[in-house]
C-alpha cells in the first residue's frame, strides 16, 4: 500500500532532520509519496506567508504530514506556523510519549509517561487586547465541547495501549471556571467512558513537584493547552531533552508529526543535529499509517544504537561524536 505523506523540512536544522528521517523511513521498504511544502521563516521568502494556502490545502487532502522544527519570532514578527496548525486543521489533540531510553543516562530510569495536551483553546486561542498604554489582557478560552474531546482521545488511548491510569493536572483552585468546567467534563467522560482507567486530579503546582520527586508514579497526564505545553516540556527534561521524544498533533480528519525542539539555527547546515525526536515522530506517524511492523524495526534500531553507546554512532548531543548522516547511517545498518 502507499501512502501519501506532506512533508514540511522547517527552518535551522529542520531540512537536515527532514531528509534523515525520510531515509530512515524509506529504508524499511513501506512506500511512501512525499510531498515538500514550504511553512515557517523559510517560506515567507518563497511564498510571502509562513503557512501559505497550498501547504493547507495538501494535508486536508493527504490527511498526513510530518513536520521538521519551524522558527517563531518571540514578542513580535509572525503568528507561530505550529499554533496556526493544529487551529486551522482542528488538530485538537497533542501526544508526546516520554520514556526512559538506554544509553541515554539521566536521574530517572522509571520514566513512562504520555502527555495528552488539548491544542486549540485555552491562553492559546490568541484573543490579546490593549487595554490602554502599558496595560495588556489576554482571555482563556474553555469550552465543554473541546474538553470532553480531548478527555475522550485520552481515555480512548489508555484502553487501546492498556494504560491504567490518568491524571489532570489543573488550577481550578483559582480558575474556577474555566479549569473547573474542564475538570468537570473530564470526569463526565471518565465515569461514561473509562470508569476502570484509575483516575486522578492535582493541582498543576504539586503535581510538578510530585513529577520531579518520583515521575515512576504516573502514567498518562491529561492538561488544557498552556500547561500542556510546559509540562511535556517538563517531562522531556526527564529522559534527556527535546531531543529524544517526539510529538504528534492529531484531529478527526487529519494529523501532523512532528520534533518538537527548535530550529537551532546556530547548528543548521554544520551535520552535526540529531534527528532522533523527528525520526521518532515519524514512528508515530507510520504507526498511524498501520504501518507498526515498519515502526516497531525502527523503534528496534534506534533502541539498538543507543543502547551500543558508540560514541562513532552517537551525535555530540547525547555524548558521542557521530554527525547527522553517521547517526542515520548506524540505523539504516540495524534495520538490515
Given at each position: ?23 530512515v523511513i524509506d529504508a524499511t521498504g513501506v512506500a511512501i509519496d512525499w510531498q515538500d511544502l514550504p511553512a515557517g521563516a523559510a517560506a515567507v521568502e518563497s511564498h510571502g506567508d509562513v503557512l ?224 532522533l525526536a523527528l525520526i521518532m515522530s515519524g514512528v508515530m506517524m507510520l504507526r498511524h499509517l498501520g504501518e507498526k511492523k515498519a515502526a516497531l524495526r525502527i523503534r528496534d534500531a534506534y533502541n ?33
Amino acid at each position: 500500500m502507499r501512502h501519501a505523506v506532506c512533508l514540511i523540512k522547517g527552518d535551522g536544522i529542520g531540512p537536515e532532520v527532514a531528509e534523515a528521517t525520510q531515509q530512515v523511513i524509506d529504508a524499511t521498504g513501506v512506500a511512501i509519496d512525499w510531498q515538500d511544502l514550504p511553512a515557517g521563516a523559510a517560506a515567507v521568502e518563497s511564498h510571502g506567508d509562513v503557512l501559505p494556502e497550498m501547504t493547507k490545502a495538501a494535508i486536508r487532502e493527504t490527511k498526513v504530514a510530518l513536520k521538521g522544527p519551524v522558527t517563531t519570532p518571540i514578542g513580535q514578527g509572525f503568528r507561530s506556523v505550529n499554533v496556526q496548525l493544529r487551529q486551522e486543521l482542528n488538530l485538537y489533540a497533542a501526544i508526546r510519549p516520554v520514556r526512559s531510553m538506554d544509553g541515554i543516562k539521566t536521574r530517572y530510569d522509571n520514566v513512562d509517561i504520555v502527555v495528552f495536551r488539548e491544542n486549540t483553546e485555552g491562553l492559546y486561542s490568541g484573543i490579546e487586547n490593549t487595554v490602554t498604554e502599558g496595560v495588556v489582557t489576554s482571555l482563556k478560552v474553555c469550552t465543554r465541547k473541546a474538553s470532553e474531546r480531548i478527555a475522550r482521545a485520552a481515555f480512548r488511548y489508555c484502553k487501546e495501549r492498556k494504560r491504567k491510569k490518568l491524571t489532570v493536572f489543573h488550577k481550578a483552585n483559582i480558575m474556577k471556571l474555566t479549569d473547573g468546567l474542564f475538570l468537570e467534563s473530564v470526569r463526565k467522560v471518565h465515569a461514561k467512558m473509562a470508569p476502570e482507567i484509575e483516575y486522578q486530579e492535582l493541582i498543576i503546582d504539586n503535581g510538578c513537584m510530585q513529577l520531579v520527586r518520583d515521575p515512576g508514579q504516573f502514567d498518562v497526564l491529561l492538561l488544557e493547552n498552556l500547561y500542556g505545553d510546559v509540562i511535556s516540556d517538563l517531562c522531556a527534561g526527564l529522559v534527556g531533552g527535546l531531543g529524544v521524544v517526539p510529538g504528534a498533533n492529531i484531529g478527526d480528519e487529519a494529523a501532523v508529526f512532528e520534533a518538537v525542539h527548535g530550529s537551532a539555527p546556530d547548528i543548521a547546515g554544520q551535520n552535526v543535529a540529531n534527528p532522533l525526536a523527528l525520526i521518532m515522530s515519524g514512528v508515530m506517524m507510520l504507526r498511524h499509517l498501520g504501518e507498526k511492523k515498519a515502526a516497531l524495526r525502527i523503534r528496534d534500531a534506534y533502541n539498538a544504537v543507543l543502547q551500543a553507546g558508540n560514541p562513532a554512532e552517537i551525535t555530540r548531543d547525547l555524548g558521542g561524536q557521530a554527525s547527522t548522516g553517521a547517526f542515520t547511517e548506524a540505523l539504516i545498518r540495524q534495520l538490515g
